[in-house]
Every structure is written in C-alpha cells, then in structure tokens.
C-alpha cells in the first residue's frame, strides 16, 4: 500500500504561485504524478515525475509555469505553481503508480491523494 497527503494548497490571486507538496509512505513507485480536475471537468494530467532519475514529464497547458520536483530523502515530491491563472483553479491531486510508462494517464496510476484545492481568483 502507498500513502500520500497532500498539501499547500489554497487562494491565490492571478499571476501569484503556490507550491504543492505530496508527502509520500509505503511502498517504492516508479513514478509520481500531479492530476487536477475542475468541476464539471474530466480529471487532467499535470506533471510526474520519475521516483528515482528524476525524470519530469508536463502538460503543454502548465510548461513553463509549473515545475515537478522531488526530494527522495523526504519522501515528497513537489508542485512549484507559478503565474498561476483563474483557469487553474481545481482539486489537485498526487498519484503514484508502478508503471515505467503511460504516465499522462490517470488510469495507469494505483494510489491517490485526497486532493488539495487550489483557487486562482482575477
């Protein structure tokens, strides 16, 4: 089994940035993901990252603007938001999963976060 909680989220103004933490327990992953969903919105891909190379995959939607870290001696993996917009308010969610592939999906992942809700006001 894997654990992960979620954090650092809340209300930010336009063009402002929070920084996610997802702080992870259990057994080793290949990889970790960012998912967010909107409501009335279908779950989308972020960012992931590879557990042990450091291996960064982002959506075209936040490159640029957002940035997948991890810190393996903490167990956490980070999401940097930058000039964030009104359109990235959504839950967020972490993901972990076993698979060495396919990671811009949310049915490859295993483990989910409970979600932390971000809010981008204009």
């Known amino acids: 089994q894997v654990q992960l909680v979620e954090s650092g989220g809340g209300l930010v103004q336009a063009g402002g940035s929070l920084r996610l933490s997802c702080a992870a327990s259990?057994?080793?992953?290949?990889?970790l993901g960012w998912f967010r969903q909107a409501p009335g919105k279908e779950r989308e891909f972020v960012a992931a990252?590879?557990?042990?190379?450091?291996?960064?995959l982002h959506a075209n939607s936040v490159k640029g603007r957002f940035t997948v870290s991890r810190d393996a001696a903490k167990n956490t993996v980070y999401l940097q938001m930058n000039s964030l917009k009104p359109e990235d308010t959504a839950v967020y969610y972490c993901?972990?999963?076993?698979?060495?592939?396919?990671?811009?999906?949310?049915?490859?992942?295993?483990?989910w976060g409970q979600g932390t809700q971000v809010t981008v006001s204009s």
């Open positions: 993901a972990a999963t076993s698979r060495t592939s396919g990671w811009g999906l949310s049915a490859n992942y295993q483990y």
């Open positions: 259990g057994r080793s992953n290949s990889g």
């Open positions: 990252i590879s557990w042990t190379r450091s291996y960064t």
